[in-house]
């Protein structure tokens, strides 16, 4: 499954029937395009598509089975909210776009991958600005990523991240303060080139 932003989608309702008798479930054809929209690609043959900058909120929820998750972008309000659960199953989930970066992530994005070997990457691998991130503990058993990206990415795993728990910083001058990690996870952070700064405070 992936997460994205998209340009200049048209959505039609055509008439839709629900049985061998032909009775009208909706009737009417209506048109609308949007400049831009968020569209979840994977869960059928031709997306689910929704209002990228009017929608507040997002909740996807996922089934039993092994799914991997790409997500590049949230919605486009700040005080917005994309919230991801897979459920059980070994799951893997990436957060980065196609440019290897974060910055798409506007508003808040909330990931709770469930029970199962799961695996967990966030990527920003392609910013060439360095940024001021905070890893923090958060309500709800969350971990907060803060400052990568303009919204917070927020992550959690009943079961822990025992496939993969990396976090790719920027290619500039970071500072890092850790002040939470996920359990008993092993949390891989890689801040490639640049001048940065890594502090580990007690918690």
């Known amino acids: 499954y992936s997460v994205v932003e998209q340009q200049g989608v048209d959505t039609n309702a055509d008439p839709v029937f629900s049985n061998a008798n032909f009775s009208t479930v909706t009737s009417d054809v209506k048109s609308t395009h949007y400049s831009s929209v968020l569209s979840?690609?994977?869960?059928?043959?031709?997306?689910?598509?929704s209002d990228y900058a009017g929608l507040e909120s997002l909740t996807l929820n996922l089934g039993q089975g092994h799914d991997q998750v790409t997500i590049g972008d949230s919605l486009q309000q700040a005080d917005s909210r994309v919230q991801i659960n897979t459920a059980e199953g070994n799951d893997r989930v990436t957060v980065s776009n196609e440019l290897q970066t974060v910055d798409d992530v506007l508003g808040t994005l909330g990931i709770d991958a469930?029970?199962?070997?799961?695996?967990?990457?966030?990527?920003?691998?392609?910013?060439?600005?360095?940024?001021?991130i905070s890893m923090d503990s958060a309500a709800d058993d969350y971990i907060k990523l803060s400052g990568m990206a303009a919204g917070d990415i927020l992550y959690k795993s009943q079961s822990g991240f025992s496939e993969q728990l990396d976090i790719i910083s920027s290619q500039g001058d970071d500072h890092i303060s850790v002040n939470a990690l996920h359990g008993g996870d092993h949390t891989q952070l890689d801040s490639q080139r640049g001048d940065d700064i890594i502090i580990v405070n007690d918690f």
């Open 114 to 132: 469930g029970q199962g070997e799961n695996a967990l990457l966030i990527d920003d691998a392609g910013d060439q600005t360095g940024d001021t």
């Open 40 to 49: 979840l690609q994977g869960l059928n043959e031709f997306g689910i598509h």
